[in-house]
């Protein structure tokens, strides 16, 4: 699988590489609404038992180099572990920049830097979980079967993006970003830390940091040619 996303990364910044020396592409200097889906998520529902998910998002080209961007998505996950159980599902909004930082204006192929803020509304059901007492070597650990339903979470992030779209055809685009993460605030029920936040991915106690990544299909609907 590794070797598959480097071959695609290879792939992308060689189109880039060739769109910046050629001037002869239809889509040169064109400001419009580029509309796209994660097809990460379509492949990862497909392949994953105990996830689903899926997002659309979209772009617009303000000035030569400055994007505005949005996404919208839903995702549903399931943690299985020897110590836990439990499924989080909700929606989550995403609003930003980016910024091109390829010299060529003149191309529509771009890489690209930004940040986003994200903000995710969510349930997360627990149904087993195992508490270890630290205290105590002669009681060990207690398996808690006892279902907690948390209802009406929220969390708000901020996250650092890199990527690149390349144009394979006319008008019609394949990227790839990388996301790097902070949890803002976000809302718990009981003390109980929320395992996974739609939009963000897997949380962790000690740290509100978290990583992402995105495969995009996206296709630009022209407004302006100049």
């Known amino acids: 699988m590794s070797k598959y996303f480097i071959s695609l990364i290879s792939f992308l910044f060689m189109n880039i590489t060739l769109g910046n020396v050629s001037l002869v592409n239809d889509t040169i200097e064109k400001f419009g609404v580029r509309a796209g889906i994660d097809i990460n998520k379509i492949v990862k529902s497909a392949t994953d038992d105990d996830y689903k998910g899926l997002s659309i998002s979209g772009d617009i080209r303000l000035k030569e180099s400055f994007y505005v961007y949005s996404e919208i998505g839903n995702e549903e996950k ?55 007492n630290t205290n105590s070597t002669y009681w060990g650990e207690s398996t ?23 144009e394979i055809f006319n008008n019609l685009f394949l990227g790839f970003e990388l996301q790097l ?39 630009l609907i022209p407004i302006i040619k100049k």
């Open 144 to 166: 808690i079967n006892e279902p907690k339903n948390l209802s009406n979470l929220n969390a708000l992030w901020v996250e650092l993006v890199f990527g690149l779209k390349t």
């Open 78 to 132: 399931q943690i299985n572990s020897d110590y836990l159980n439990s499924s989080v599902k909700g929606t989550y909004l995403k609003f930003g920049v980016n910024f091109k930082m390829n010299n060529d204006i003149r191309t529509q192929n771009i890489v690209y830097s930004g940040f986003n803020f994200g903000y995710s509304n969510f349930d997360q059901n627990i149904s087993r979980y195992t508490i270890y």
């Open 181 to 219: 993460k902070n949890v803002i605030k976000q809302k718990n029920i009981q003390n109980i830390s929320n395992l996974y936040i739609p939009g963000f991915n897997r949380t962790y106690d000690s740290s509100g940091l978290g990583a992402g990544f995105s495969y995009t299909v996206s296709y």
